[in-house]
C-alpha cells in the first residue's frame, strides 16, 4: 500500500515536471525563439528593423514617442504625422520604405505600396484582422472584426440596413438632429450680438451621437447618453490596452482596469438587450413596420434569412446582433464628428474654400432645408470632404494578420507577422500625391477619386475593397447635412485660443476641442 502511495507521489511529481516544462518551452517559444525566428526570416527578404528585446520589442520607445507628441500641441502649418505617429516615422526615416517594427514579440511590417494594399485589402480572407488582446474587443466587435463565413453571413444581413433608398428615409433624422444643435448655435450667437466663440466638438460628438441613436434606435441622444458616455471611457481603456503588452490569460486578473473595462461591457451589453428584445418583440406583434431605423431593418432582414433557411443558425443571434449596435454607436458616432470638426479647421484656415461651399449651398438649397437629391449634387462640399478625409483620415492605419506562409509582392512573410497600412502616410505621400500632398486642395478630387488616383488604391479613408465600411454613405450623407446647415447660418474661423493636437483615440481627433468664433451669415 505504502509502495502504491509513493509511487502515485512520483507520477503527480513527474507529472506537474512535464506540465512545468511545456509550459516554460511555450513562455520561451513566445517571448523569444519564435520572435527571433522570425527577425531572421524577415531580414533575408531584405526588410529592416531594430534587432528584436525581450518581450517589449518596441512598445516602450513607441509610448514614450507618442507621449512626448501628446504633451504640446503644433502649429497649424506642421506635418501632423509626426504628432501622430512619431515611432513609424523615426523608423522610416532609420530604415528607409522596406521595414518591421515590434509590437512586443509580435513583428509588423509596414506597407506603403498602393499595388501591395490592393493586394491585402481585396484578399480579405487570405489576409485578416488579427485577433489582439482579447480585452479590445470588449469595446465592439461585430461585421468590422470577423472574418471568414461570419463576416459574410453578417454582411449579407446588414446590407440592407445601409441601402441608400433606406439611407434616404433618415434623412429627417439627420434634419432634427442638425436642427437641434444650429438653435442652440443660433442662441449663442444672439446672446453675443452676431459672434461668438464656442468649443465645436463636444457639439459635433453630441450631433453624430443624437443621429446615430435616432437612425439606429429610434431613440434620441439623451436616451443613450449612458451608452454614448460608456464606449467613450470603454474606448480610451482599448487605447492603453494596445499600448500594452498582451501576455495569454492577464485578462483574467482582477486589475483595476480589467475590472472596469468588464463591468462597462455587462452595462452597455444589459442596456442594448432592453432595447433590442422591445423592438423584436414590437416585431414579432406586427408594431413596427412603419420604423425604418437600422435596427429594424437589420432584424427584418435576420428573420427573412431565418424564414428563407428554416435555420436560427443562419442568422444572428441577440448576442450577435447586440455586438452590430455596439459597433453602430461607436463607429457611426465617431466617423463623422471627427470628419465634421476637421472639416471646420482647414475651411477655417481656407476661407476661400468655405465661401466656395456656402455659394453653392445657398444656390442649390438657398434657405430652405436640404434635401437628399441636393445633397447629392454638392459637388464642391464633396471634394472638400474627400480632401479633408485624405489629410485628416478618422482610422490613420488599417492592420491585418498573416496566418500561413504568404507571398505579397516579391516578399515572402511567414504566419505570425502583422502587416499595417498606414493609410495617413500613404495619403500624405509625395510619390503618390505630388509636391502639394500635404496641402488642402480639394480641386485634386474635382474629377472624382479615380481619376485622381489613377486606379491606385492610394485614398481609402474608409478602407478598400470587399470590407469597405458599410457606413460610408451614411457618414457622407450626414457629414454633408450638416455641413450644409452650418454653413447656411453661419461663417466661421479659428478662434486665437485654438490649439492645434490632432491624436489617436481610435480615431484622430482634437486633443484640446475645435475653439472657432462663429458669425452670423
Request: proline residues 5%.
Amino acid at each position: 500500500m505504502q509502495k502504491m502511495e509513493i509511487g502515485i507521489i512520483v507520477l503527480c511529481c513527474v507529472f506537474v515536471v512535464v506540465v512545468v516544462v511545456i509550459l516554460a518551452w511555450r513562455v520561451l517559444n513566445w517571448v523569444w525563439l519564435r520572435p527571433r525566428k522570425l527577425e531572421k526570416w524577415l531580414r533575408q527578404q531584405g526588410l529592416s528593423g531594430n534587432s528584436y528585446r525581450l518581450l517589449f520589442g518596441d512598445l516602450k520607445e513607441m509610448s514614450e514617442m507618442i507621449k512626448e507628441a501628446k504633451s504640446k500641441p503644433i502649429n497649424l502649418s506642421d506635418d501632423i504625422v509626426h504628432r501622430v505617429m512619431p515611432y513609424i516615422l523615426k523608423s522610416i526615416h532609420n530604415y528607409g520604405k522596406n521595414l518591421f517594427i515590434w509590437l512586443g514579440p509580435k513583428p509588423m511590417v509596414i506597407v506603403r505600396d498602393p499595388e501591395l494594399a490592393r493586394e491585402i485589402l481585396s484578399k480579405n480572407f487570405r489576409f485578416p484582422k488579427p485577433h489582439g488582446n482579447p480585452l479590445s474587443r470588449l469595446l465592439a466587435t461585430g461585421l468590422g472584426t470577423y472574418d471568414g463565413e461570419k463576416w459574410t453571413k453578417h454582411r449579407k444581413i446588414i446590407n440592407p440596413a445601409f441601402n441608400l433608398e433606406k439611407l434616404k428615409h433618415m434623412l429627417p433624422a439627420f434634419d432634427v438632429s442638425c436642427s437641434e444643435m444650429m438653435s442652440k448655435w443660433e442662441k449663442m450667437v444672439s446672446e453675443e450680438e452676431g459672434s461668438c466663440e464656442l468649443d465645436a466638438w463636444p457639439y459635433l460628438q453630441m450631433l453624430s451621437s443624437d443621429v446615430i441613436s435616432r437612425t439606429a434606435f429610434g431613440s434620441s441622444y439623451e436616451e443613450g447618453r449612458r451608452i454614448f458616455e460608456l464606449q467613450t471611457e470603454q474606448a480610451e481603456l482599448t487605447i492603453q490596452v494596445l499600448q500594452s503588452i498582451y501576455i495569454p490569460g492577464w485578462r483574467f486578473l482582477p486589475t483595476k482596469r480589467n475590472k472596469r473595462m468588464k463591468e462597462i461591457e455587462k452595462e452597455v451589453q444589459a442596456s442594448l438587450r432592453v432595447i433590442i428584445e422591445r423592438r423584436v418583440k414590437a416585431i414579432k406583434a406586427g408594431e413596427a413596420s412603419s420604423n425604418v431605423d437600422l435596427l429594424s431593418i437589420l432584424l427584418e432582414s435576420n428573420f427573412r434569412e431565418i424564414e428563407l433557411h428554416g435555420d436560427k443558425n443562419v442568422g444572428m443571434s441577440t448576442k450577435e446582433v447586440i455586438e452590430e449596435c455596439k459597433l453602430f454607436y461607436f463607429a457611426g458616432q465617431e466617423t463623422t464628428s471627427v470628419l465634421l470638426v476637421w472639416t471646420m479647421v482647414l475651411l477655417s484656415r481656407h476661407l476661400n474654400w468655405q465661401k466656395r461651399a456656402r455659394e453653392e449651398i445657398l444656390k442649390v438649397f438657398g434657405n430652405k432645408k436640404p434635401d437628399f437629391d441636393g445633397l447629392n449634387h454638392l459637388k464642391i462640399v464633396t471634394t472638400i470632404l474627400y480632401e479633408v478625409l485624405r489629410l485628416y483620415p478618422p482610422a490613420v492605419a488599417l492592420t491585418r494578420t498573416i496566418d500561413e506562409e504568404t507571398k505579397l509582392g516579391e516578399i515572402s512573410f511567414p504566419a505570425g507577422v502583422h502587416l499595417s497600412l498606414p493609410i495617413i502616410l500613404i495619403h500624405h505621400d509625395h510619390e503618390i500625391w505630388g509636391d502639394d500632398a500635404k496641402e488642402f486642395k480639394p480641386e485634386r478630387f474635382a474629377e472624382g477619386v479615380s481619376k485622381v488616383t489613377k486606379g491606385q488604391v492610394s485614398f481609402f479613408p474608409f478602407g478598400w475593397g470587399p470590407r469597405i465600411c458599410i457606413g460610408q454613405n451614411f457618414a457622407m450623407l450626414e457629414a454633408k447635412m450638416a455641413l450644409a446647415m452650418i454653413l447656411q447660418r453661419f461663417s466661421f474661423e479659428l478662434s486665437p485660443s485654438y490649439a492645434h493636437a490632432p491624436y489617436t483615440v481610435i480615431t484622430l481627433q482634437p486633443q484640446y476641442g475645435a475653439h472657432f468664433i462663429l458669425h452670423k451669415v
